[in-house]
């Protein structure tokens, strides 16, 4: 039966407070040096960037009030966790930001750490460390401008401390943006049953359903913690084409992009603006 | 253990589903020289280089270089030549000139290149009538609003347009003249071992380049395309070109562009001012050489002759022409236009005959993984749709377009994901009109009397419907 709070999941092992699934470490450890065949068993991740990457740099855009030419993303200081190989760190260090990713697994930050080394721009913007969310937090209190935590919380033990420690580490008003599969029966169906067994988009075992975050328990747990959502898309895979797009319904993937309340309490005149001021700039922004 | 390998693989019910995109693409297998060694931190490397600074090259390292996107990016453009100095046109018109399309044209306005060919000089056409010397039949194209159907350039106006433009952006685009490129050396498509990913460039004077795209625009016998072991389909046409610069008996508007089928190949009058015009005469390789060869007042004699007699008519095609256009005048009676008479030649520049053999070709693919090619290494046409060039910009109006949204999404330059959206769209632009150039050349090269019929009346048909004019 379904808990509402994963918070009494049923995980005998595991240590209470850390966001970190040994389980799920060991299935990404055989896979640790295929993050970058861009037809491989990642082939879907590297697509996801077409849309993940826009969405990020275009909603940071709307709410900022500088841009540089050629580096949309100058001067922001980004926290990638669960980066795995660094496919989402290293477009966003080209677009000029200064990346820092974490990912428990020594050996896809070793991966990482290895494909940024031939170019010297990337291994300027981009460091690496092997570590959990919860090992950077009292080294990096409220140190990042924006966290990504893309196709990570699905793989995360405690959701809570999870949500906690972005809040810990992110700037008031800062940024944070999850993409994650959402847990219903067509998530099941089309994200276990046809992706992992029948059509290997996805290798087989990676993803359990039990753990797969609801949309609104997400929202609930990130409103709780601080946070104000902000925009909420839902994600489709067209294993075809090999294309990930935007779509109304958010029962299969979705995005969300949150704002950490500011540093007062409760919101004012200039805390971030709400979802259809960000539409707009957006609409205005590529006409500047 | 392999179990757990096994398991962690995977074991789908059907193989592994990659994208259907990897699929129409073989995976390429490591091409010789194989892995390089790790790459010596003095080699510099660059987002983007250009191999080949004639027109296309130059257009798209100015193209990439005037792009907001690639404010920070280095890019390096290759030329074997020298640089050459335009500053000042000399009086006498250039023998090599292109016939530039408006699309072109906004292409060259892009990064400011065409306002420095307005202010040289160009001429402007508002008409092209294209006749057949074997029968009356003709067809006329024409824009319907007073805007100008194309316009011819020379060759040297555009050059020097390009260098200006990329004068300035000399922060972004390094040129390196008198450079040839000897040598390039593939990566591996997904590299885990420690090899450089990107393509290794040795030059001539033993310096070597590294590059995220190597873009070849180095003509119709490309080395890049050649190194990186693309096919070509290539065919060489029994004919050359001859061109020189022409003065006309007398002064005329001179805004149409002429082109007459002889059954020995098409020759073509360009306009370039109202008492000059170009000549680009395609035929096969002996009458060229007596072209050249023969004296200028003979020269203008053949040329005249070219376009004005009729020996070549047979009453049988006159008449069957004839009634077909009668026909048609019933059924639509605007179909059958006026038809104008070319002007008549008075003298040859000295000096400017020149001629070039003339040959087609395709490259099966037009990217690969850190490669891509455009213009004459991509594809060649024979001169009698004026398009080659115009193709070359096409490419660059569309490489520079995917490269300028993958800039701007982060993506790796080099990726043959967003290559092959380019190679897709422009085989399918091109291919077919590089084929129907193909077609149109081999159907006019004959006198039987069949073909001459068919080609007689879908010519009259063809000038008679509007939509089927408008889309060539």
């Known amino acids: 039966q379904l808990s509402l709070f994963r918070l009494t999941a049923n995980r005998p092992f595991s240590t209470s407070h850390s966001s970190v699934d040994s389980e799920e470490i060991k299935k990404?450890?055989?896979?640790?040096?295929?993050?970058?065949?861009?037809?491989?068993e990642y082939s879907a991740l590297h697509s996801m960037n077409d849309i993940r990457v826009p969405f990020i740099r275009d909603t940071l855009l709307s709410m900022s009030h500088n841009y540089h030419l050629g580096n949309p993303l100058s001067g922001v200081k980004i926290l990638d966790v669960g980066c795995g190989g660094g496919l989402l760190s290293e477009p966003l260090a080209r677009l000029g930001a200064s990346v820092t990713g974490i990912d428990p697994l020594e050996d896809n930050i070793r991966t990482a750490d290895q494909h940024k080394s031939f170019d010297p721009v990337l291994a300027k913007r981009i460091q690496y460390k092997s570590s959990s969310l919860e090992e950077i937090v009292e080294e990096s209190m409220e140190t990042f401008d924006v966290i990504v935590a893309s196709e990570v919380v699905e793989?995360?033990?405690?959701?809570?401390?999870?949500?906690?420690?972005?809040?810990?580490?992110?700037?008031?008003?800062?940024?944070?943006?999850?993409?994650?599969?959402?847990?219903?029966?067509?998530?099941?169906?089309?994200?276990?049953?046809?992706?992992?067994?029948?059509?290997?988009?996805?290798p087989e075992g990676t993803h359990e359903w039990e753990k797969f975050v609801p949309l609104e328990e997400l929202e609930h747990l990130l409103e709780s913690n601080g946070f104000s959502v902000k925009t909420v898309k839902g994600m489709l895979y067209n294993p075809l084409w090999g294309s990930w797009s935007w779509m109304e319904s958010t029962s299969l993937n979705y995005a969300v992009h949150a704002v950490k309340s500011g540093a007062q309490g409760p919101p004012g005149p200039t805390d971030a603006p709400s979802e259809t001021d960000i539409q707009q700039h957006s609409a205005t922004a590529g006409t500047a | 253990s392999s179990a757990a390998m096994a398991a962690a693989r995977g074991r789908a019910l059907l193989p592994q589903l990659t994208p259907l995109w990897s699929w129409m693409r073989p995976r390429p297998g490591p091409r010789a020289p194989l892995c390089a060694t790790a790459a010596a931190p003095s080699q510099p490397l660059y987002d983007v280089v250009v191999s080949g600074g004639g027109m296309v090259g130059s257009a798209m390292a100015a193209a990439l270089g005037h792009d907001i996107h690639f404010h920070d990016k280095k890019i390096a453009l290759l030329e074997a030549g020298p640089r050459k100095e335009y500053d000042h046109m000399p009086d006498s018109y250039s023998n090599r000139v292109s016939s530039i399309s408006p699309g072109s044209a906004t292409l060259l306005s892009s990064f400011g290149a065409w306002d420095h060919v307005c202010s040289l000089r160009l001429k402007p056409f508002r008409r092209m009538q294209v006749w057949d010397a074997c029968s009356e039949a003709m067809i006329i194209f024409e824009k319907d609003d007073l805007d100008d159907m194309g316009y011819i350039v020379e060759n040297d106006v555009i050059m020097s347009a390009l260098t200006k433009q990329l004068d300035a952006v000399a922060d972004r685009v390094e040129v390196f003249y008198k450079t040839r490129a000897v040598g390039y050396t593939w990566p591996l498509p997904s590299h885990s071992c420690d090899t450089t990913p990107w393509v290794q460039i040795e030059l001539a004077d033993g310096r070597r380049l590294q590059t995220k795209l190597l873009i070849g625009a180095d003509g119709h016998k490309s080395v890049v395309r050649k190194e990186a072991e693309i096919k070509n389909i290539e065919h060489q046409y029994d004919q050359s070109a001859v061109v020189a610069t022409l003065h006309l008996s007398?002064?005329?508007?001179?805004?149409?562009?002429?082109?007459?089928?002889?059954?020995?190949?098409?020759?073509?009058?360009?306009?370039?001012?109202?008492?000059?015009?170009?000549?680009?005469?395609?035929?096969?390789?002996?009458?060229?050489?007596e072209l050249l060869a023969m004296d200028e007042e003979s020269f203008v004699d053949s040329i005249n002759s070219a376009f004005w007699s009729n020996i070549n008519h047979s009453d049988f095609i006159d008449t069957a022409g004839a009634m077909f256009r009668s026909a048609i005048s019933l059924l639509k009676p605007s179909g059958t236009a006026v038809r104008q008479l070319p002007p008549s030649v008075a003298k040859v520049d000295p000096e400017s005959r020149a001629m070039f053999p003339l040959g087609m070709g395709h490259a099966t693919e037009y990217v690969q993984h850190r490669v891509a090619?455009?213009?004459?290494?991509?594809?060649?046409?024979?001169?009698?749709?004026?398009?080659?060039?115009?193709?070359?910009?096409?490419?660059?109006?569309?490489?520079?377009?995917?490269?300028?949204?993958?800039?701007?999404?982060?993506?790796?330059?080099?990726?043959?994901?967003?290559?092959?959206?380019?190679?897709?769209?422009r085989q399918r632009h091109n291919v077919s009109l590089i084929a129907a150039t193909d077609l149109l050349k081999r159907l006019y090269s004959t006198r039987l009397a069949p073909l001459v019929l068919l080609r007689t009346w879908g010519l009259q048909a063809t000038n008679a419907l509007p939509p089927v004019k408008v889309r060539i």
Not at chain 1, 29 to 39: G, I, N, S
Not at chain 1, 161 to 171: A, D, G, I, N, R
Request: glycine share 8%.
């Open chain 2, 250 to 289: 007398e002064a005329t508007d001179n805004n149409v562009a002429w082109q007459r089928f002889l059954p020995t190949g098409p020759i073509a009058l360009l306009p370039l001012s109202d008492t000059a015009s170009s000549l680009v005469w395609s035929t096969s390789h002996e009458h060229a050489s």
């Open chain 1, 28 to 40: 990404f450890q055989l896979l640790a040096h295929k993050w970058w065949d861009e037809e491989g």
């Open chain 1, 155 to 202: 793989h995360v033990a405690d959701l809570e401390t999870f949500t906690k420690c972005c809040s810990q580490v992110l700037k008031p008003e800062g940024s944070l943006f999850i993409t994650t599969i959402n847990k219903t029966q067509l998530s099941y169906v089309l994200g276990i049953v046809v992706a992992e067994k029948i059509m290997g988009i996805v």
């Open chain 2, 373 to 425: 090619l455009i213009g004459d290494a991509a594809h060649r046409v024979h001169p009698l749709a004026g398009q080659g060039v115009n193709l070359g910009f096409g490419d660059i109006a569309c490489l520079a377009h995917h490269l300028s949204a993958a800039a701007f999404n982060g993506t790796d330059l080099g990726s043959l994901k967003h290559l092959l959206k380019f190679e897709t769209e």
